[in-house]
Every structure is written in structure tokens, then in C-alpha cells.
């Protein structure tokens, strides 16, 4: 294939058992061929997302391993509504095999011949979500031929706990670390306008090869926080925090870090069930840490999932805003951007998340300052701005609460 021609591309659909190991595969199982326009936001991609409606008329072929067996011409929204294969689809393999069809891949020609492989992930009745399994092209010759069929479902099988599971694709470098750059947000921005524009950007392909995660692009966290600085032993120098949920029980997130830094280790505890009026008690007494309170206060986050489609990288850009309890004029805004986690099964290598984080962190901070919100990248906590505003209003400071110790 010529460098100038253009890629051609196909939603491979089949039997739900050719996925799941359930039945083995028979002659007679019809193996679709939709033809569809490149998907992938980049190339080379780890994920790329399919939406029904924008697909438009697809040439459709239908093959067993008998040859062709039906051509078609059929609308992208019409292939799947309710995630049922449609009239047209059920003519075209018949009654007995359209009840389990299902998309089984994308399939992305290679310009050196052969193809290229993404499992199907998530499948609904608006889009699905294919992960490249892959990492060299097989099954060279025309595509209507399937030699690349064997291969593509082999890669699925040695992967199969992971793509048949949901969400078990994603895996976590840096576990227990932390990796996050902050920009403080001053004058105070209406951080839910922000947040929206900032998901509209991504939505439009503003960062390169990003996209919002899909299906968790967006959530809202509310609650109020009370922090505790560790000041002893040395080794657990950091903060520790008590978060409430709605259950009456309380999360203790605890950082350990002695100075503002770009990574820092973290750890929570779940279930805790302890009354406000104890927090100091408890780290003291159960965790024998010498601490410090400090001002509590009201967080309010707005959270955009950026997924880098490249990679299969996950970022969190936060937009946040703590005010204090006692005095709610005391404000910190922050746009925080994190590492999350990777959709991906191939590339495992941690210094290229922390180069693809660089490169957001660059856009991102063009992007703050081009709107008059940020200028620069920090590592300020809160324990640093909860620090500074008792050193500035000492009345602020809380009582101790008769915690030993503390």
C-alpha cells in the first residue's frame, strides 16, 4: 500500500463466544465486515472509541469460512440499536447466529501489510470501545480472506482475564504514588465554568491525541476535610486527613512527603469509624503519630479524566476549591493534573508517562495562562496553604481537642 493511499479500516462482528471461550468456532459462524473510515485519533493508538451515529452508510460483508455469503450497505446507528444487531445485520447472518453478535474488533490495515488488532472493551447501544492487542501486524493478504482472524483471536484469549473482565484492562504504575503538578488559580475562578470549557477543549481535540476518558470524563466530589499535620516521627512526616462518607464512617488519607513535591507516597483507610471530636486521638494513640490540627474546610472538585489515545494513558485534571469551615472567605484554588492509571496491555513502560505527563502539563499551563487563571506550575499543598494561613490568622488555629500527643 502506498504511503498516500488511504487506510482502510473495518468493525469485525461475530459471535459473542468467539470473546468469551464459551462455544468453539464453527465453519458456519458468519464473520462481518463493516468497512468503516479510520477511527483512531492517532496512529499508532492504544484506544479508539467507535460512536453508531457517526459511522454513516458502511459497505457490510458477510463470511464464513465458506467465502461471502451477503453484501449489504447499511447506516452506522442502524447496526446496533439497543446493542441488538438490527433488521438488515439479522438478514444478513440469519436468525439463529444474530442473537449473539457482537463487535469483535477493530481492524486497521497496515501500511506494510497486515493489520492491526483492538479487542472490544465496552460495547453499548451510542459507541464502544476497542484496546489495541497487537503490537505487530498480522494476517497479510486481501481482508476478506481472514487469515488475520486466528491471530486476533488468540491475542484476545492470552489476554482474556483482562479484556472479558469489566475494567480489568487498566493497570496502575507507580502504585502508592502519588504524581501530581498543581497550578494555583488566582483571583478565585467560577471553577465549574472552567472545568466545562476545559472538557469542551479536550472533546475538540485541543491537546493533541488526547480525548475525555471514555465513559468517565466527568465527576463532582463534595466534603469536608480535616487535616492533621504529621510532625513526628520523622519517617511519617507528611499530613493525614479525615474524609466522611456517607455511611457514618470516615476515609484517613495520609501523605507522606516533608516538603511540597511532585511525587509524594499516599495510602487510605476505609471504614473508619471514629467521631470528629477523636481524629487527634486516634492518630496519637492507634497510629502513634505526633500531629498538629489544622483549619478544616469545605472541598469542592470538578474532575476531567483525560485519556491520551497514543498511549492508553489516563491524567486527572482537577479543578478544586477548599475554603475554610470557621471562615469560608479563606480560599485556595487549584487546578491539580495527576496520573490515574493505563487502558493499555502492550506498553508497560513508566518513563513514557512521565514524558506524555510533561507534554500535558505544558498544554495545560498554556491553556491556564491563555485565559488569565495561572502563570505557573507549583507543587503547594494544602498542609502548606492551611500552614500559612494560621501563621497569618493564629485564631484560625484549632483547639487541640485534648488529643495526647498532639
Avoid at 460483508?61 to 447496526?79: H, K, V, W, Y
Avoid at 488475520?148 to 502504585?175: C, E, I, K
Amino acid at each position: 500500500m502506498s504511503s498516500d493511499t488511504v487506510r482502510a479500516a473495518w468493525i469485525v462482528l461475530g459471535g459473542i463466544h468467539l470473546l468469551n471461550q464459551t462455544a468453539r468456532r464453527r465453519t458456519d459462524d458468519p464473520i462481518v465486515l463493516v468497512r468503516v473510515a479510520p477511527q483512531e485519533v492517532c496512529v499508532p493508538s492504544t484506544t479508539v472509541v467507535v460512536r453508531w451515529d457517526a459511522l454513516g452508510a458502511c459497505p457490510v460483508s458477510a463470511l464464513t469460512a465458506g467465502g461471502r455469503t451477503a453484501d449489504a450497505r447499511i447506516e452506522g446507528s442502524a447496526l446496533f440499536p439497543d446493542a441488538i444487531a438490527g433488521p438488515e445485520l439479522r438478514e444478513m447472518v440469519g436468525e439463529e447466529a444474530a442473537p449473539a453478535l457482537v463487535p469483535l474488533c477493530y481492524l486497521a490495515e497496515h501500511p506494510g501489510g497486515g493489520y492491526h488488532a483492538y479487542a472490544q472493551i465496552r460495547f453499548y447501544a451510542d459507541d464502544a470501545c476497542f484496546l489495541r492487542t497487537t503490537r505487530e501486524p498480522v494476517g497479510e493478504g486481501p481482508v476478506e480472506a481472514l487469515r488475520w482472524l486466528d491471530p486476533v483471536l488468540a491475542a484476545h484469549a492470552a489476554s482474556a482475564l483482562r479484556l472479558n473482565n469489566h475494567l480489568r484492562y487498566f493497570r496502575t504504575h507507580f502504585a502508592g504514588t502519588e504524581l501530581e503538578y498543581k497550578y494555583n488559580l488566582e483571583p478565585a475562578p467560577d471553577i465549574w465554568a472552567v472545568s466545562m470549557e476545559l472538557l469542551k477543549a479536550l472533546r475538540h481535540g485541543e491537546l493533541a491525541d488526547c480525548r475525555p476518558e471514555y465513559r468517565e470524563e466527568f465527576q463532582i466530589h463534595y466534603f469536608d476535610n480535616h487535616m492533621f499535620d504529621v510532625t513526628g516521627p520523622d519517617q511519617e512526616r507528611g499530613y493525614a486527613s479525615f474524609i466522611p462518607t456517607v455511611d457514618g464512617t470516615h476515609v484517613l488519607k495520609r501523605k507522606w512527603f516533608t516538603e511540597d513535591a511532585f511525587a509524594r507516597r499516599e495510602q487510605l483507610f476505609t471504614d473508619i469509624e471514629i467521631s470528629p471530636d477523636r481524629f487527634g486521638e486516634y492518630l496519637s494513640t492507634e497510629m502513634g503519630l505526633k500531629v498538629r490540627a489544622l483549619p478544616p474546610f469545605r472541598r469542592v472538585r470538578y474532575d476531567i479524566q483525560c485519556e491520551s489515545m497514543r498511549t492508553g494513558h489516563v491524567f486527572g485534571i482537577f479543578f478544586d476549591r477548599c475554603s475554610l469551615l470557621a471562615a469560608p472567605d479563606v480560599v485556595l484554588s487549584q487546578c491539580e493534573m495527576e496520573y490515574r492509571r493505563s487502558r493499555s496491555l502492550l506498553d508497560h513502560d513508566e518513563e513514557k508517562v512521565l514524558r506524555e505527563m510533561e507534554r500535558i502539563d505544558r498544554w495545560l499551563l498554556s491553556y491556564l495562562a491563555a485565559r488569565g487563571l495561572a502563570t505557573e506550575r507549583t507543587f503547594y499543598s494544602k498542609r502548606s496553604f492551611l500552614r500559612d494561613t494560621v501563621d497569618a490568622r493564629p485564631e484560625l488555629t484549632p483547639e487541640r481537642g485534648g488529643a495526647p500527643g498532639s
